[in-house]
């Protein structure tokens, strides 16, 4: 089982690192996001901004020009940064009716690679189903904003509490 695992993940990696990043990043026209994971860092405690230069710092990672909203997005609904982080996550947005290539695509692959975790997704797609949308954000403003206020207003599970 550790061996299927492991050729899972490099598949994951070569299906999105190599393969998916580099062409959707050709074809994706998103307004600049304004800011540096080093001007992240100086932004209040607690800010979107912070928390995402923060988790980044912590897990060694980048900004990835044209990706920088979807992980504010991580951060928002609180999803790991890993491969079921974001299969969950691309299940969430499926069950909040959006559409995208990326989206499908991703569900499609993880669907198929991933069964041991279907009834996780399926809880994740009722979630999705729940959620507020995250269409036409200004993540330039965004970012400033407190994050458990964003989690109250953009998950279910937070907002029925």
Known sequence: MKKVKQLRSKLLELLTHKIALP???????????????EQ???????????????????KNFQLLRNYERHDCKHIILGYEMDEVGEAKMQFY???NRHYSIP????????FVLMPEHWNTF????????KGKSFDDL?????????????????TYENSKK
């Open 23 to 37: 062409l959707i990043t050709n074809f994706r026209n998103n307004e600049p996001f304004n800011y540096t994971t």
């Open 93 to 95: 947005f499926l069950g």
């Open 40 to 58: 992240l860092l100086l932004f209040p405690e607690n800010t979107l901004g912070n928390d995402l230069a923060l988790y980044l710092q912590k």
């Open 122 to 129: 399926f809880c994740e797609f009722k979630k999705g189903r």
């Open 138 to 154: 200004d993540y330039n403003k965004l970012v400033f904003e407190k994050t458990l206020e964003l989690r109250k207003i953009y």
């Open 103 to 110: 989206v499908l695509s991703t569900v499609i692959i993880c």
